[in-house]
Nanobody, 126 residues
């Protein structure tokens, strides 16, 4: 069984930075493509970023390129999302997701992942 636990969310002001983390337990972390998604009230869950098993490839939502950075530390079973220059529209619950057996080309899709964390709330005030 795979368990994902996010942490690091909180309330910040516009322009601030925040790093959220996700720890995978139960299986070998390096086997999993990892992704971050977010969901704001009244909106569907949307793709944020993804990173390949060894960390050599990343993809981002076009609107977030240059502000958000995904990274992973396989020795710590942890994936990170560094969020800079935060805006009120970034307010959402941020979810970590994992999938062991998939092509990285599909990693921007919600349905590509089979394990999900409970989410961590990020609130950005003007």
């Amino acid at each position: 069984q795979v368990t994902l636990v996010e942490s690091g969310g909180g309330a910040v002001q516009a322009g601030d930075s925040l790093r959220v983390s996700c720890i995978l337990s139960g299986r070998t972390f390096s086997s999993y493509v990892m992704g971050w998604f977010r969901q704001a009230p009244g909106k569907g869950r949307e793709f944020v970023a993804t990173i390949s098993r060894n960390g050599d490839s990343t993809e981002y939502a076009d609107s977030l390129k240059g502000r958000f950075t995904i990274s992973r530390d396989n020795a710590k079973n942890t994936v990170y999302l560094q969020m800079n220059s935060l805006k009120p529209e970034d307010t959402a619950v941020y979810y970590c997701a994992a999938r062991a057996h998939m092509f990285f080309a599909t990693a921007t899709r919600l349905d590509a992942y089979d394990y999900w964390g409970q989410g961590t709330q990020v609130t950005v005030s003007s």
